[in-house]
């Protein structure tokens, strides 16, 4: 699998000889979505969920979406993951067309494992989707497990973890492989407020340790802003852009959540998202 080092090289072009900071330089983002809109449907009955729409987001960004129910949050994460495609426009990643479970893993609200095979198999199962040796899976299982914080279960079944362990089950499948992109579509939104605040800790700490690029859909500002680099606002349906800002949190890999929300800067951050989001219901 690649390192976060690997995962983040990609992101930029090579520097030209002599090296250095080049402000010609062009930085490919991982994600490009131009001038996108999608609609389901034909003719009289046809929906034009969102757009139009343009968004870059660079390797690495932690991009959160939020906004009013049925603005095209969803849409737009399955644009991005390859199981919708575009009705006018284009999206890429890192330059190409998703392509469905190729690009990016995907977590849903519900876990959606399958419960007949162990944690290791299901885990097992995308790494060999992904290519991955036989004989290297057992290893690449326990690391993954590792980084999710449930080292040691994999011979465990499914239905014998709690719904907050089954969701790290379902994160540490969608990291498996070595994708660079994760979408994860209100992931903790059917979780305990105590679960849910333990799996935003790990997911913060997974995504700065790793670099992975990530699209997060909820519909919690203060999941926002604890998680993201980026929040991007969309307006009521058809979505667009109504906001985007940057979230400029540290990020070390530890972070202590109280602390993080005790920062003077917090607190504004979320007055000014909610207030975007509540403008854009109305
Ligand atoms: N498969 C579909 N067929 C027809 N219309 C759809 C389909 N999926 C979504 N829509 C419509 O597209 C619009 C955007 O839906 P989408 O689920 O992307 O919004 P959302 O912002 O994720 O909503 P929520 O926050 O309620 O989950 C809505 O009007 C919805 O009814």
Redesign the pocket.
Known sequence: MPSPSDRTAGATEDAPDGGGEDATATVTPAVAVREVTHR??RGADA?T??GPLSLDIPAGEFLVLV??????????LRLIAGFEQASSGEVTVHGRTPEPGRQAGVVFQQPRLFPWRTVGENISLALRYAGVPRAERPAHVEELLERVGLAGTAGRRTWQMSGGQQQRVAIARALAGGKDLLVLD?PFAALDALTRERLQEYLRTVSSLTGITSVF?T?SVDEAVFLGTRAVV?SA?P?TVALDVPIPLPRTGSDDPDGLRGLPEYAPLRAEIGAAVRDAAR
């Open positions: 389901y449907g929906v969920a969102l906004g009013p129910s049925g603005s095209g949050k969803s849409t737009l209100e859909v519909h969309l349906g979505g």
